[in-house]
């Protein structure tokens, strides 16, 4: 292997996980508010065909991902008045607004998959984006580098601020956060329009970052595996980071195997499909069998908040 | 009678089916009704698009002597099974299923309603009231492989397949053998990517095989993404699937094949109607019109363009044939002698890969 195909590889990796990490890290921040939303992939549907016809209209990228996070805000307080303020099942409207966000983005982009857009370019200039070598750190667009710097964000916000700590008492336990007069509610609602913005910018990844074009169901089914790398990452922001990018590495490498023929090329391409979620059971089983167990996981998740019964 | 939401329903229903009532009673014949379901969505500008432009060829030829309806984003699994059987059931007479993965559900529905014709396309499973057709894209594919054989730098091609069945076998081997008579070494290496619409996946395949060298890439998938990459990092090229896809690719895309299935349509529908109907497998190509080649691209020099039309025109009059022998397979055996030309029966089953592929796992 050539250093050069070693960037090359790395280059891909990066693109193939930004859209899930992104995606996982909104998702880690509302479930550690005791909130369980599946919706994760029709939100990014949603952010995937608004990027795209914001960037195919205006041909202005940045204000393709601001409103691609903005649509997946509206998607995601669908969610949110039906499961916080309606107490509905939350597992059950998760689901629905997948459905709902796949059957709204396909109607929106009726007419649409003809076109192509442009690729959000690099952000740093030609010289160091273009080198061969160095391309591995520069040559990447600024949803990326957005994306790395959210992983520090999320990590300092839950641990080092005020505001962070609130969340996380209203995750493991509502009534006591309630009690000593914390808006339950009101903190769960910012949580999950911050989870609706990621999956927005995640889907806005789709067609700015990886495949410069909109074709319905396109994110397939990387939303779903936004979910089940919370879940692997148990609820941690730097693991989540490693999550993704293996995650990433596994999709990838199955293509790069195949494409060159080396000895990996003989696993199976059902195999390669199944490996995230083999791995995820395989850290749900590691994290159970360990002493110090379940203390990872928000203990209010998914349940709703009825502080009067 | 008050006027809620429930009375102006029922008023509301009662309007809209007075037009139908009237229709029906006027019209000389009940129109046939004309069901296709399709696995991806119309506007993917590939194969779907393909079989929904044939659909509106046949409204179009046979005006209101037929009645369609389509069904998009049909899975190939049980769903289908209840998607056929209530298309049957809402009086559909004639059901076309557009992928091969329908070909159980397609048999099995059949059976339970004898009197509905059921068409299954690039399948290989017939009975008494199933047909089968499809269209020789493999035709189109030697076109493709002769003019990557003549452009491509490094001799080396990638093949973006959706799954291992024959239709793609078919379509790699004869697009590695009509290179192989321009350049001797060419390869080809065939990367499945186990899903007909994943367009980030497809892209990512792209660059994978870009990255090792591959200087012309070719897709069985649904839609333009690899071509899209191919535009991208300025690649020698790649080929338009289903339809002309210049539009993602103006440079890269060096010419496409382009399904046209309106023809079949037609012919079916008026069949059905005539009374003439027969179970049987009907698979024309370049000839027929039914699979055509689109523009060259820019790139594409004039004595290219020749060697790919005389390519195209000999398999239009007959006098040229992809899998006429000597033909070796993968590991260098060979499987068929010269002169001998493989059957469709051969060619339907195809499982192996002929010599120049660089065979997966």
Redesign the interface.
Known sequence: MTPELVVAIIVTVVGASTPILIAALGELVVEKSGVLNLGVEGMMLVGAITAFVVAFTTGNHYLAILLAAAAGVATSLIFGFLTLSLSANQTATGLALTIFGTGFSALAGQGYSARPVTLLGPLFPAELAAHPVWRVLFGYSALVYFSLVLVVAVWWFLKKTRAGLILRAVGENDLSAHSIGYSVVGVRYAAVAFGGAMAGIAGACFPLLLTPQWAERMTAGRGWIAVALVVFASWRPFRLLAGAYLFGLVMTMELYAKAGGGPLSAIPAELWAAMPYIATIVVLVLISIRRDASTNAPACLGKPFLPSS | MTLNRRNLLKIGGAAAALPLLGSRAFAQTEPLKVGFIYI??I???GWNYAHNQGRLYLEEQLGDAVETTYVE?VPEGPDCERVLRELAQSGHKLIFATSFGYGDYVIKVAQQFPDVKFEHATGYQRSENVATYNARFHEGRAVCGTIAGHMSQTGKA?YIGSFPIPEVVMGINSFVLAARKVNPDFTI?P?????W?????????A???I??G?DIITQHTD???AL??AE?RGIVGGFGQGADMS??APNAQLTSIIDNWGPHYVKTAQSVIDGTWESKDSWPGLAEGEVQIGPYGPKVPEDVIAAAEAVKNGQIDGSFNIFTGPINDHTGVERVAAGVTLTDAELLSMDWYVEGV?P??
């Open positions: 991806g969505t506007n993917d500008n984003n990638g290496t990367v499945y990517i186990s899903t619409n994943d367009p980030a996946k497809e892209a990512d395949a660059r994978a095989m990255d090792q591959i839609g333009p993404a899209q990459v991208e539009a993602f660089i997966p796992a």
